[in-house]
């Protein structure tokens, strides 16, 4: 995690997280890891944007020392308050007691509530500048995204935006922290498209809202606080971002995600059928199943494609509980207004299905065409399954 110069005077504190098996407790990075980007830039006043997980404090503070001396810090400027950029705050005070912090008003209330700090804390507005000598800074509210006291840091002279989370992704950069250091950022967008699913989507409109913000912004870098900085097409992570915020509201790509469970095998063996008939179709496609693929890599898809096949059996009168649990999540993430089908088996009494309308109206997906099957399926079902499913990709 060595220091990386932005600019003359700005430099990137990248820590790498590689010991954390889930984000949040719920997301899993333990192969991908993460970066939690700090940013010092030195001139007149100097000043540090955001910190890192209190874990890695003390690492931290040591590649910050090789920069500068923390009891020379002025400022430290705090775009967001969740743990993973400040729990080194009470570390980094007691290193830096002189340093003021400037945040949004709602982050000199959480720094009360989360730290008990309450002393040199300046809360700053919306659109307000900051000299530092040669650099400028400008403060730019971001509420809920993705808290409510967040805030992008904006540095003049450079056109560089701090934007925390925003533009962030999972995924240790290993091979150089810029996005020109890849002739293939498919990983990276990948990982960046997870990240926003599983982190931001739920807050899409806010997103948009800052993204109206940033519009005639000369943008020459964009450095999140997680993953890549990026400065040789910074447009690019911005067009994604806002391109996936805009599905939060309208219709999303044309593409299909087949999900399936199964608990004895029987809607198995529907899915191969369906999943041929789909395939026929054409429509581009993504198929997971729930009881191996954590709802953290299934999210991306049901948010990018437009329909989704969901097959899984009847379990004591509902639909198979694992299919239950990545639906519930998929409302808790906002991913609403899809077209949607269903397939399965069912012992005596079905019901499945009530459990699909009742969830599907939460979200306002609609359920078109249901197969399902007693038991296991017969011949005539399987060909069934296959026009089922092709019919679903070419509607
Ligand atoms: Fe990376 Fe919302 O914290």
């Known amino acids: 995690m060595k220091p990386n110069q932005l600019s003359e005077n700005i430099f990137c504190l990248p820590v790498h ?4 098996r889930l984000f949040e407790g719920l ?14 830039i030195r001139d007149e006043k100097t000043v540090l944007i955001d910190l890192c997980k209190e874990l890695f404090q003390e690492d931290y503070l040591k590649e910050l020392r090789t920069l500068v001396d923390p009891a020379r810090i002025d400022y430290l400027v705090i775009n967001h308050m969740e743990p993973d950029h400040s729990g080194a705050l009470h570390a980094f005070r007691q290193a830096a007691p002189q340093a003021l912090i400037l945040g949004s008003a709602k982050t000199v209330k959480m720094l009360d509530d989360f730290f008990g700090i309450t002393a040199n804390i300046r809360s700053v507005s919306d659109g307000e500048e900051l000299d530092l000598g040669s650099h400028k800074l400008r403060f730019i509210s971001a509420p809920m995204v993705h808290w409510p006291e967040t805030m992008f840091t904006y540095e003049v002279s450079t056109q560089t935006l701090f934007p925390c989370d925003a533009f962030g992704g999972y995924g240790i950069p290993e091979n150089g922290i810029y996005d020109g250091d ?14 926003y699913t599983n982190i931001v989507a739920a807050f899409s409109k806010p997103v948009l809202n800052a993204g109206d913000k940033l519009s005639g912004l000369p943008l020459r870098t964009i ?7 990026w400065n040789k097409d910074p447009q690019r992570i911005v067009e994604l971002y806002l391109k996936w915020s805009s599905y939060g509201k309208e219709p999303a790509e044309k593409g299909v995600t087949l999900l399936h469970g199964s608990m004895y095998g029987n809607t198995d063996k529907m899915v191969a059928e369906v999943r041929r008939g789909l395939e026929a179709s054409g429509v581009p496609l993504t198929v ?3 009881t191996t693929t954590p709802v953290s890599y299934i999210l991306p898809a049901l948010w990018i494609n437009q329909g989704v096949v969901i097959g899984a059996p009847t379990y004591e009168g509902t639909l198979f509980p694992t299919m239950q649990m990545v639906l519930h999540m998929a409302e808790i993430k906002r991913v609403f207004n899809k077209q949607a089908a269903y397939f399965g088996s069912y012992g005596w009494g079905g019901g499945a299905t009530r459990f699909l309308n009742a969830q599907f109206e939460k979200m306002n997906w609609k359920l078109g065409e249901v197969l399902d099957f007693v038991g296991q399926p017969t011949e005539d079902d399987l060909k069934a ?3 089922f499913g092709k019919r679903f990709g070419e509607s």
């Open 182 to 195: 890849y002739s293939d950022l498919s990983y990276f967008e990948t990982e960046a498209l997870r990240y």
């Open 223 to 229: 450095a999140p606080s997680h993953g890549l900085v």
């Open 17 to 20: 997280d590689r010991s954390t």
């Open 288 to 290: 997971h199943d729930v």
């Open 27 to 40: 997301w899993p990075i333990e192969k991908e890891g993460i970066t939690y980007n700090s940013y010092l």
């Open 385 to 387: 399954g296959f026009a």
